[in-house]
Each structure stands twice: as structure tokens, then as C-alpha cells.
């Protein structure tokens, strides 16, 4: 495996998050990419996911046809990250992209001309059920100081998992510089957790659900330890061109994503009944998974937040434009 220090990030390396295998859920019929004309026109809105739990909003909207009764039709395009997404959308070849808020930070300051359309995926607030998570399987390792001078493995350095892992170990009085962050992917780490190759791992779900048997236990859940606010995790973006141009295409698009993101927090268990069915997932593991929050609102706290994470971790390359950045929801 090979051991990254931290170093200065450059706009491509925005956070990934955990990879599955994207299924059939949500396939389209192609058509031409935004625009919308007149009224009862149909348009369609390629959308970049990432193939993870946190966009079953989608395919639940799809399903109950919230996308339809506003005439969208939606091109689905699996990305592997904010690395793959957030260069997507501002080339046009994304109308709109699901991606960390890090990574919109980071793409911000670089001079990105990037809009939030509207809110992704948040953290629950509830440190027994929280989704996004510090995991280890030493018993020496009982609060997040004592990962000073540890190594701790994350799945893509100088993004969000690093970024939180600092964060939570300086809130906690330990040295973050001390840590020694190895890059793996996701259903990498239980093994090498176990192994004893590193001493813990940033961890989100399926997988923390996933390494409980192999003996990975919770240490903390790091987006609670170092601020108060409810942390947005992720955000559906788009370009400031595609905005200005596909106006209503784009209004059209948000009620229905705001319509879906209504529709999974109030239904956890289709949730999970749909995930089997976009994800190489059975269903017994979906019923058992810490589900995330969704909500239709992306507050500039967040946003604030993860600039000052970004700035003291050394991320930027200029100072986020965070007016432009949330000009579509403010």
C-alpha cells in the first residue's frame, strides 16, 4: 500500500466517496442534455452520481414519478467522485452532479464557476446512528486523541476524509499532524484495520455495517466532534452556465429532487428496498445499514465550515466565492 503524507491539494484531488456497483435502477431512454422550451416540453437532465447509498433519492423519485410530473427525464452518469463530477459539470457534459461540499469548496476557491442546486446528504447528528464514521479494532484506541502518531486509512487523501479526521482528533487535544494517512479503498480497509496495517480507518456505510462481524468497532463519528451545527455532507451542483441558460429546466429539476429528498426521509424502509436494486447490495445488508439524513436545504454554515477545514489543512488555491457558490438556494 503506499503511505501519503499531507501535502498541498490541487483542484482534481476533491473527495471520493465509496464505490459500488451501479445497477439498473433509473435507466433512461437519451435525449438531448438541458434544455426545456416551452411548457409541456420534455428535458433532459444528465446527472452525475456517484453510486452510493446517499442518491437513492433519486431512484425513489424516479419510482414515484416526482421527476416525471415535472417532464424531466433523467440521463443517469455513474462518476467515481467529486474528481470525475465536478469537471464534468463545469465542461457541460453533466447538467448537474452529485458531490462532497469539500470538493465544491475546493473547486470554488480555484475559481470554478459551480451553483448548488440543492442539499445531498447530511450527517444525522446521532452519534449511535451516523453513517460517516472513525473506525478501529484496537483496544488502546478508545477517543480520537489517541490517533496522534497512528496511521489511519482514508480513501482518498487531501479531501473529506482526512479533513474530518484532523478535525476530530485536534477537537479532542491530540496532534493531527502526527497522523500518517494511508490511501485504500473502501472494502479495503476492514482487512487491513484487522490486520493491524493501520490503526483505524475513516469508514462510511455499507462498509461500517459490513466490518461489525470482522471486529471494526465505532470510535467516534467524527462530523459531530468538532461543531455543533448539523454538517451537509453533500450537495447537487451545477454549472453557473447551465443555470443562467436552462432556467426553468433547472426549477424543474429542484422541485422534483426536493420532492425525492422529502420522500426518502420519511420512508427509511423504501430506502432500503430500493437499494438492492441500483447497488450490488442484497437486501439483508440494506436492512441493517445507519441510513443518512436528507433534506432540501444547503445552509452557507456548512459551506463556512468546510472553507475553514479546507484553508487549515492547506486545500485552497484562492478564497471560495461562496456567494456565487450558493446563489441558487440562498
Known amino acids: 500500500m503506499t503511505v501519503h503524507t499531507r501535502r498541498r491539494a490541487a483542484v482534481a484531488a476533491v473527495a471520493a466517496l465509496p464505490l459500488l456497483t451501479l445497477g439498473c435502477g433509473g435507466d433512461t431512454e437519451p435525449g438531448a442534455s438541458g434544455g426545456g422550451g416551452g411548457a409541456g416540453d420534455v428535458a433532459t437532465v444528465t446527472l452525475g452520481l456517484i453510486p452510493i447509498i446517499d442518491v437513492a433519492p433519486v431512484y425513489l423519485g424516479q419510482e414515484q414519478g416526482f421527476f416525471e410530473e415535472q417532464r424531466i427525464e433523467l440521463e ?65 484506541i478508545t477517543r480520537p486523541a489517541d490517533l496522534a502518531g497512528k496511521r489511519v486509512a482514508v480513501n482518498t487523501v487531501n479531501a473529506i476524509g482526512d479533513t474530518v479526521v484532523r478535525a476530530s482528533v485536534e477537537a479532542d487535544g491530540g496532534d493531527p499532524d502526527s497522523i500518517e494517512f494511508v490511501e485504500l479503498a473502501f472494502p479495503n480497509m476492514a482487512a487491513a484495520v484487522t490486520a493491524g496495517d493501520v490503526d483505524a480507518a475513516w469508514l462510511v456505510e455499507p462498509f461500517v455495517t459490513i466490518g461489525a462481524p470482522q471486529g471494526l468497532r465505532v470510535l467516534t463519528t467524527p462530523l459531530l466532534d468538532f461543531t455543533d451545527i448539523p454538517v451537509e455532507v453533500s450537495t447537487y451542483a451545477t454549472s453557473a452556465t447551465f443555470a443562467a441558460e436552462d432556467e426553468d429546466v433547472l426549477a424543474r429539476f429542484t422541485t422534483a429532487m426536493e420532492q425525492s429528498l422529502e420522500y426518502a426521509q420519511a420512508n427509511p424502509d423504501a430506502v432500503r428496498a430500493i437499494l438492492p436494486t441500483y447497488l450490488d447490495m442484497p437486501a439483508e445488508l440494506a436492512a441493517q445499514l445507519r441510513l443518512p439524513e436528507w433534506n432540501t436545504t444547503a445552509s452557507r454554515e456548512t459551506f463556512e465550515l468546510f472553507a475553514e477545514l479546507a484553508e487549515a489543512d492547506g486545500l485552497l488555491t484562492g478564497e471560495p466565492d461562496l456567494d456565487t457558490l450558493l446563489a441558487h438556494v440562498d
Open 76 to 140: 443517469l452518469s455513474a462518476g467515481q467522485g467529486g474528481a470525475a463530477i465536478v469537471p464534468g459539470i463545469v465542461s457541460g457534459s453533466l447538467d448537474v452532479g452529485f458531490t462532497n461540499n469539500l470538493s465544491l469548496v475546493i473547486a470554488s476557491a480555484a475559481g470554478l464557476p459551480l451553483q448548488v442546486v440543492t442539499s445531498g446528504v447530511d450527517s444525522t447528528g446521532d452519534p449511535a446512528k451516523d453513517p460517516f464514521t472513525i473506525v478501529t479494532a484496537d483496544d488502546a
